[in-house]
């Protein structure tokens, strides 16, 4: 009992037991022939209900009457089959063989100190942008070629497929196959070894590999019922391909970490494609799957504690995990644990933000503007039709269909939305004030804001948690805001490669906060 109770299966100590244990004998008595009923219809679903990660059939049919009705929407898969039908225009497709492994400065001309040109069909030839003349192969440089190719692979493969699907011309379906089955033949000949930040066989760490994971999964889910594909295709794609990246993307646990919620997302999306419960189980359910993220990593305010930047990605791969979920009968948006919710993710950037709708720079995060943030809020509109959504929609004046997938924090750089389904194409106009004007104590993160709406000024005090490996030994930090322009502002950090993040950027003094001797 404790254990469905906990999973909010069954009623709890108020409910009379004798009935259910009643009832419990009765469906022990028929168990044989409910199993085998529930294996057919798995076996059946399991055959007959692709697309079911990203989108499904009724998605992809609202898909095409967007197209026909929407311009903003059709720019987007116009936009995507001019450029898929210039890169299959010169198939067939190339899938390095080559594991991208990190080498500091891997893809920077030693000559100008610039990085080099990526260029999509040139995997052993890079060109320096400052003297086009001078380029550079072999060793790093074709490597780091290799991951940045490889990766968008995955993204070309999700955007064929979702081409097909839509306007049923099979030359991208066929392309698609063809990138599918060519990882299938090389994953496993990528060695494991040469990673930072957990195992991989494409990439150098297992955050890349989930990425890219997910969106193989998505590809093949789309091109599911594809008559191209062979028995000896599906089973080298599960055995050879799916099963092993599910594998290697568990490997590495983090807990409380914007990554964890990527490593889960495989698991799921693989689980999903087979009706794998036991993949399914561990991003939902397991140790740091979903219930655990939601209602033990996230603090009580719902703001993540990683900071800013990170906040959106982790709940970009929360929506990520919550779409499949939804086409496979689960409501991870409603799911409330502890108190937590997923809408509480979308509610604590507006009691944070500044009176200049940005966030206050703490931790490895930039801060940046909720604006930015804006196309996350066309999922959350969908979702809970909050009208402090739409005014920012509104407020941003969005241009719709301009927005970022993925690990990309949605800044507006590709045409791309969070979500090309769980949206709704006709937004209405909505005013309504989004910036919060009383002051806040964010519980959890221990990051308390004093604001005075009139003269719009903030003034924080961040004393809480770290923020993980993304956290700065900055407690009792203060930062203030006034006249429109930061006066005491948190000193940021340079990349991750750079020595001066250890030897400057991460230590107290760097930061407004009491030091002793320094340190």
């Not at 990766?151 to 099979?170: E, F, P, S």
């Not at 008559?227 to 983090?254: C, H, M, N, V, W």
């Not at 993304?470 to 930090?477: A, E, F, I, S, T």
């Amino acid at each position: 009992y404790s254990d469905l109770e906990r999973k909010g299966y069954m009623p709890t100590e108020s409910t009379p037991r004798a009935p259910i244990r009643n009832a419990l004998r009765v469906l022990f008595l028929i168990s044989p022939l409910v199993l085998a009923t529930c294996a057919v219809r798995l076996s059946q679903a399991q055959q007959l209900s692709h697309p079911r990660l990203m989108t499904d059939r009724a998605g992809i049919d609202s898909a095409k009457k967007w197209i026909a009705k929407y311009p903003w929407y059709r720019n987007i898969f116009e936009q995507h089959k001019a450029d898929i039908d210039r890169f299959i225009a010169r198939r067939p497709v190339y899938v390095s063989p080559l594991k991208q492994t990190y080498v500091y400065q891997m893809y920077t001309c030693p000559k100008h100190g610039v990085e080099l040109l990526y260029e999509d069909f040139r995997p052993f030839d890079h060109r320096c942008p400052a003297d086009t003349n001078e380029s550079y192969s072999g060793g790093k440089y074709d490597m780091a070629w290799a991951g940045w190719y490889n990766r968008l692979l995955g993204t070309d493969l999700v955007w064929m497929a979702l081409l097909y699907n839509v306007y049923g011309d099979q030359k991208y379906a066929e392309a698609g196959r063809e990138i599918l089955m060519k990882f299938a033949d090389l994953y496993l000949t990528y060695t494991t070894d040469n990673t930072i930040l957990g195992p991989a066989h494409v990439f150098f760490g297992t955050l890349s590999e989930s990425f890219w994971g997910v969106d193989m999964a998505y590809g093949y889910d789309l091109l599911y019922d594809y008559e191209g594909f062979t028995p000896g295709d599906r089973r080298a794609l599960r055995e050879k391909l799916f099963y092993p990246l599910a594998s290697i993307t568990q490997q590495f646990p983090e807990t409380a970490s914007n990554r964890q919620l990527w490593y889960n997302n495989v698991s799921a999306a693989v689980g999903f494609l087979y009706g794998d419960r036991r993949l399914i189980d561990f991003a939902i359910e397991g140790r740091y799957g979903f219930r655990w993220q939601l209602g033990s990593a996230l603090p009580e305010s719902g703001f993540w504690g990683e900071w800013s930047g990170y906040h959106f990605v982790t709940l970009r791969g929360m929506i990520c995990l919550a779409e499949m979920a939804r086409h496979n009968g689960y409501d991870l948006y409603h799911m409330e644990i502890a108190g937590r919710t997923m809408k509480s993710m979308f509610d604590a950037p507006f009691l944070l933000m500044q009176p200049n709708n940005e966030f206050p720079r703490s931790k490895d995060s930039g801060g940046g503007s909720l604006l930015e943030y804006a196309p996350f809020y066309e999922v959350g509109y969908k979702v809970y039709h909050d009208r402090k959504y739409l005014g920012l929609l509104n407020l941003t004046r969005l241009k719709r269909g301009t927005q970022v997938v993925g690990e990309s924090s949605a800044l507006g750089k590709a045409p791309e939305p969070v979500s090309m389904f769980d949206i709704d194409p006709d937004l209405p106009r909505d005013t309504v004030a989004i910036y919060t004007e009383r002051s806040v104590n964010l519980e959890g993160n221990g990051f308390a804001i004093l604001r005075d709406s009139t003269l719009r000024t903030y003034l924080y005090l961040d004393y809480g948690i770290l923020g993980g490996e993304h956290g700065h030994p900055d407690r009792l930090q203060i930062g203030y805001y006034a006249g429109g322009r930061n006066w005491i502002v948190d000193p940021l950090n340079e990349s991750y490669m750079y020595p001066s993040l250890q030897l400057w950027y991460r230590r107290s003094i760097a930061h407004n906060t009491l030091v002793v001797d320094e340190t």
